[in-house]
């Protein structure tokens, strides 16, 4: 089992940014790749982020490109999401997400552990 605990959500107005910070536990963290999802009201859960394991390559949804970057520090068991320029329409909770999958993609099912979330609230 992966224990996945969020922080770092928060109200911040637009052009701001914020880091999120998801600390695991359990199984050997280096051995997933980590993802960031949100879902913001009335919508789907979306992916936002990924970096696989092993490669540490990353994949970005189109709306966040060039403004949010994950990283991961496996000797902490750590998954961070730097997120700049917030725009409101990034408003919405995120969850951090691990999968035994190199390349696990944006398929929710692919992922079989999940945090409770932390809300980012973005001001306009």
């Known amino acids: 089992q992966v224990q996945l605990v969020e922080s770092g959500g928060g109200l911040v107005q637009a052009g701001g940014s914020l880091t999120l910070s998801c600390a695991s536990s359990?199984?050997?963290?280096?051995?997933?790749?980590m993802a960031w999802f949100r879902q913001a009201p009335g919508k789907e859960r979306e992916l936002v982020a990924v970096?696989?394991?092993?490669?540490?390559?990353?994949r970005y949804a189109v709306s966040v490109k060039g403004r949010f970057t994950i990283s991961r520090d496996n000797s902490r068991d750590t998954v961070l999401l730097q997120m700049n320029s917030l725009k409101p329409e990034d408003t919405a909770m995120y969850y951090c997400?691990?999968?035994?999958?190199?390349?696990?993609?944006?398929?929710?099912?692919?992922?079989?552990?999940w945090g409770q979330g932390t809300q980012v609230t973005v001001s306009s």
């Open positions: 359990g199984r050997a963290f280096s051995g997933y790749s």
């Open positions: 997400a691990a999968s035994s999958a190199v390349a696990p993609g944006a398929e929710l099912r692919a992922y079989p552990y």
């Open positions: 970096i696989s394991r092993i490669t540490e390559m990353t």
